[in-house]
């Protein structure tokens, strides 16, 4: 009996062993997957930047991962971002911008009535990452003109109306301009002229130097003769000589309303000169050529309050201050101060006085 077991035993392992085996007598391999590392992070989708790469994107607030698809699963890029704008991370912008065939990345900064600005990365073809394109967050509502191959922005200056202008990227991922129009600027010359001097405005030919901005000039003329100087910069600054006396004045806007602003030039330098002399309201009057000694000078005429200082200024850029038209004193703009205790005249060769126009 016991040898009966023993051999049925012995066929139930036999049997066992042979249908564990594959009938060639190997042992059957692991069919089991590697884990595929886009399984291991989280990201919400993905996205072509060009018919060769794509890109694996999270978001988050203030900060967008980037994996590329065809990598091993390390972050390629970590783009950090800042708005004042609620919703940006649902507004997120991925095209091309620049026109170059490559997928950028554009994410909204600020909104205001002046219109939107944003920050925008383009695709670096070399370093094969986004950077961030210097300049453009200062754009307002920027488009891409495919036209003509350029940024476009339009900014809105309120009273001085509103400037177009054009940019394109250079070879360092940022932005260059390459024009500023001021729009409908004779229609702003004579709003302005309405509230100063009066009379029509015509475009002059050529340009002025104000500070250092070449500017265009309107007239603003009546029947008999001109009355002021109406000027701006193609970046929409705007600059008034009433009456025509050689000097400009910046022009500001508050609250809707026009405001004369700081002399420009040795008008202003003069005008500041003016204020350690009294108090009171500084106005420069007019402003006279000649000379102090044999060189080559002008002079402005200044009140402070209810004196009058005569400011002069050489080709050197010496300057002369003399308080009683007489005698000029060399004057320190820098430190405030009187340099030394000679005097000195200023001549007007050849004037022929006019009625009510003292000679100092």
Not at 9 to 34: H, Q, R, S
Not at 247 to 271: C, H, P, Q, W
Not at 303 to 309: D, E, H, P, T
Not at 330 to 339: A, F, G, L, P, R
């Amino acid at each position: 009996m016991k040898r009966i077991l023993s051999c049925a035993l012995a066929l139930i392992t036999v049997f066992m062993f042979t249908a564990c085996n594959n009938g060639n007598g190997n042992t059957p391999k692991d069919t089991k997957k590697e884990t595929d590392w886009r399984n291991t992070i989280q990201y919400e989708s993905s996205f072509f930047v060009n018919s060769e790469t794509r890109l694996l994107y999270a978001l988050d607030t203030g900060k967008i991962t980037l994996w590329d698809n065809d990598g091993e699963g390390n972050v390629l890029q970590t783009i950090e971002y800042d708005t004042s704008v609620p919703d940006a991370i649902e507004r997120i912008e991925k095209e091309d911008f620049n026109g170059d065939g490559n997928c950028d990345i554009r994410i909204i900064y600020s909104e205001s009535q002046r219109g939107s600005t944003y920050r925008l990365w383009l695709w670096n073809t070399i370093a094969k990452s986004y950077s961030l394109c210097q300049g453009y967050s200062s754009l307002v509502d920027p488009f891409f003109d495919e036209e003509k191959g350029c940024v476009v922005s339009t900014e809105d200056h309120g009273y001085f109306g509103t400037v177009t202008k054009e940019f394109v990227f250079n070879e360092t991922l940022g932005i260059d301009e390459i024009s500023s129009t001021v729009n409908d600027a004779q229609i702003t010359a004579q709003k302005i002229t309405d509230e100063t001097a009066g009379g029509t405005v015509s475009k002059l030919e050529g340009s002025a130097t104000i500070g250092n901005e070449t500017c265009l000039v309107y007239a603003a003329s009546d029947e008999f003769r001109e009355l002021a100087y109406i000027a701006h910069s193609s970046e929409s600054d705007w600059y008034i000589d009433d009456g025509c006396n050689g000097f400009y004045r910046i022009l500001k806007s508050e609250n809707g309303s026009l405001v004369l602003g700081d002399y420009m030039g040795d008008a202003g330098t003069a005008a500041n000169i003016a204020k350690n002399f009294g108090e009171g309201e500084i106005s420069v009057m007019r402003k006279k050529a000649g000379f102090v000694g044999d060189v080559e000078a002008h002079r402005y005429s200044v009140s402070v309050g209810a004196a009058v200082l005569f400011i002069a200024t050489d080709t050197a850029h010496n300057w002369y201050v003399s308080e009683d038209g007489i005698y000029y004193r060399k004057y320190s703009s820098s430190k405030n101060e009187y340099m030394g205790e000679d005097t000195f005249e200023f001549t007007i060769p050849q004037e022929e006085p006019i009625y009510g126009d003292p000679i100092m």
